[in-house]
């Protein structure tokens, strides 16, 4: 019987879960520049549902139910089928496209640092470069803190979202 194998130090999930959270809420604030709070909120929670695998799994490796690399981090949970799932899910609750910013956000940037089983349960090949994560944090940290902090500036004294006074004019402008 083969066990898999945890990290041993649970604090580096949660350093990499807060990421992924400023990430997606990053992204989601350039895309969406919205005021609503359901895509935040929806692309906070399928941000950090891919880790749920550290909670779920671990337990039920220790007891020997599950075993391989489906029920280890990053296995079936990072997976585009849970993806579907998980998008699906979190659709009634807000937009899927900021469902799919967060839980797609999660899979870029796992894949960068070590890999993902992206075709899981299908096929258990790991797809990813690596990347050191501790790098990889602090600058996707820093970029996401400054467009946040950015963004509830511009919220808080209502600036436009809108191009700069440096675009060029719509074509029909030039008509008039």
Do not use: C
């Not at 990421?19 to 809420?25: C, E, K, N």
């Not at 609503?36 to 779920?56: K, N, S």
């Not at 075709?119 to 600058?139: C, I, K, M, Q, R």
């Amino acid at each position: 019987m083969q066990f898999i194998r945890y990290h041993s130090m649970p604090y580096v999930h949660m350093v990499a879960d807060g990421v992924h959270i400023l990430i997606s809420l990053a992204l989601v604030m350039i895309i969406f520049r919205s005021r609503q709070h359901e895509p935040y909120l929806v692309t906070a929670l399928a941000a950090v549902v891919p880790d749920i695998d550290v909670i779920v799994f671990r337990p039920l490796a220790t007891l020997g139910y599950a075993e391989g690399v489906l029920w280890a981090h990053r296995g079936l949970t990072h997976s585009l089928l849970a993806g579907v799932v998980v998008i699906g899910f979190l659709s009634m609750f807000g937009p899927w496209r900021a469902a799919a910013i967060g839980y797609g956000s999660h899979l870029v940037f796992d894949s960068l640092t070590g890999g993902v089983r992206l075709f899981a349960p299908f096929d258990p090949t790991l797809y990813g470069v690596s990347v050191d994560w501790l790098l990889l944090n602090l600058v996707t940290s820093a970029f996401a803190v400054t467009v946040l902090l950015g963004g509830m500036f511009a919220t808080k004294y209502d600036f436009e979202y809108g191009a700069s006074s440096f675009a060029p004019k719509p074509v029909f402008d030039w008509f008039q």
